[in-house]
């Protein structure tokens, strides 16, 4: 007998205890599953229980976890039913998953002495959850009981509950500044609660709001079984008037100079006053929330930074108390290290008053000045969270999958290794009772926004294989993940769930069985090569400029017009999407697509190498894979799944061409209007105009394209804000916004390329 036919022949749900709500939880999730069970009383059938088992209880129950810590377990038999028991909340929602999906043919007798489970990783979290709480909670159709019940599916431990109740942050902005942007994510303690130090900055009902909001997202992850977590950026800034209150407790200028029309300052966290501050406020939200079990900390960007670190926008600087003035070099990076693991020691002494097994992680690449210091004085409850141990400062040390010219594309898919030479910095820090927290990016964002659930399968499967050969345990996921009710078919998500549950199953069995069950038999080989189409056209792509390539959206890269001189656009004509641009009136990002504040992104010669990546490595595997999709889609019979799952795809497959399309045109712009300016003869300079031209002809038809599919696509392939636009997320007016940039770009072909060397130096009103 198959385990799905002894299944429904159920009677009854049971759990064990009623202390624990993730029990409720999986039970009711099988019970929607048997639709009749208990709807005749008195009719016989086999038990199923489900429960979180004490070690005494587990050997009451004949459960023997062979040793292990962690498990899962799963019995069955025609005579005593079916037992799905875990050893921790956190699996046992997703072993009642699994069950249902995964394991339905297996046979009953099979499982009749028992099955006992692990994890691939112990501790699966999200980092920077991007929709829950960052930059793109105010997605439209966002459901965070259905992002939560996900998470648990795939396999994940934690959930990160700091995200604002409110649209945007209550940062103070200096007219015309863009810094106050920054404070929408990673939202720092201050912005739940107050202390002695700091009541009345903020109004009450804020605070309310959002530790109401924390609370809510704590109480959906124990619903599921799930822990909770924090990820802020501290030690961030503080209002000015706490500041005028107790002036002595000034610390470090934590702004970007060229980002912020006024400075920002955080408080002094060597003071012990700040200390303490900091305590209360994290033992306030740890007794709302006492399943919180870490706090991660992101620094030294986004309003936030340590005192005297290298890598302050500013440079090194701070309050009074850290060390003395005339000190050298040594002397600071040593006090600068001292502080941040005194306040991570702070922090994880206000945690264990409510949380004994309470944790303080740091984002450690921004300290590459201090890193070596940090390393050595790690110590239990003090670890790392990175993309990797080898290198210092945000140089990857990996390959390009696909060039080894390729750079810069961290934190994003294409990160898609994990080697050897990690193994060594690991292990010295786990010998000091410490852990090293790896990322991933299984595609929620920074990929191809504002698309949906871009499949890079193979991408995703190749770097949890490495980090499971390295013995990683702790994983991070970049920007979190997407729920399937607002991006149904994501096979990343499914690929990451299938590795948690079982790692030995090949990537192929695991695309197939997705396909089996989201389109069926027939189209399931057409689909998997879909994917796998879509996944080499990400792979083969360089990023020309990073922050445009990731950022996109906040950069405006696909509503932008597209033209030789950008000065040769009025100001008025340029608003509708400088309104919400990343880039200050002084920011060359502004007119020139190779620099960004104070960075040289790409040369003309990378631009070139880029160009022509993308055009043939690029577009035919994604022209390929539309095609495919559209092919499939007309096959298939109207109102079928099959024409449903190829509608949904093909939607999101058309406008990844168009993406890739404008990133090329970014690249291909740089190489020729740069090419034009720094161009020795005629020969090249008539030549880089030429590019030029085609560049700006061939972004125009892009954009006519992909206005042609904002129109006529049937479904939701793009993440949109609920409340309207805003700089990180695109509204409901994409169609308007292409049809702006069409009319701007008519008969601009023929402007001589320029860009003004001497832009970031201009004064509105003086020099401009």
Known sequence: MKLSELFQSASDIQTVHDSLPVEKTAAALLQQHLPEAGSAPGTKGIPVTVAVLTPAEAAERKVDPQGKEEWMYLRASEASGIELYASHTWFLYRLAYQFLHDFGDREVQELAQGEVRQATFKNLRPSYDSLLNNHARTAKDFDAEDHIREMAQLGFTHVEVNGLATTFPAEENAPGELLYLFYTYCAALDQFVYSKLNKGIYPYHYLQANLNKLVRSAQLAEKYGLRAGLVCFEPRSVSEKLLERYPMLRGARVDHPLRSFRPRYNLCTSHPVVLDHYQEMLEKIMRAAPNIDFMSIWSNDSGAGFEYTASLYVGRNGGGYEIREWKGENEIVEAAANNILRFMKTLRTAGRKVNPDFRCILKNEVFYAEQEHLRANLEPGLEFETSTLDTKGFEGGYHHPKYDWADDFMFTGLFNQFHEKERRHMDAIQAKGSNVHIYINSGAFWNLEPIKAVPYPKLMWEKLRDLRQQGVDYVANMTGTLPESLAPYNINQEVLRAFQADPELPLDAVLKRAARRWIGEEDADLLVKAWLLVDEAYRSYPPPVSVLSFWSTWYR??????????????????????????????????????????????????????????????????????????????????????????????????????????????????????????ASDEQAKAAARELTKLTVLDEKQNAIELLEHVRTATTEWMIQSAVGETTFIYGSNLEELLEKKIALMEGREEDEPFVDPDYMWRVPGINC
């Open 557 to 678: 890269i696909l509503v932008r017009p597209f033209v030789p001189n950008f000065e040769a656009l009025s100001e008025e004509d340029r608003a509708f999407y400088e309104n919400f641009h990343l880039g200050h009136a002084n920011n060359r990002v502004r007119v020139d697509f190779r620099r960004e504040v104070n960075f040289d992104f790409c040369t003309p010669e990378y631009g070139n190498k880029c160009r022509h990546a993308i055009t043939d490595n690029v577009f035919p595997a994604i022209e390929q894979a539309i095609e495919l999709a559209r092919n499939a889609r007309n096959r298939a019979p109207e109102g079928s799944q099959r024409r449903e799952v190829w509608t949904v795809l093909l939607d999101r497959f058309t406008p990844m061409k168009n993406w890739f399309r404008t990133q090329r045109n970014v690249a291909a712009w740089i190489e020729g209007v740069h090419g034009y300016m720094e």
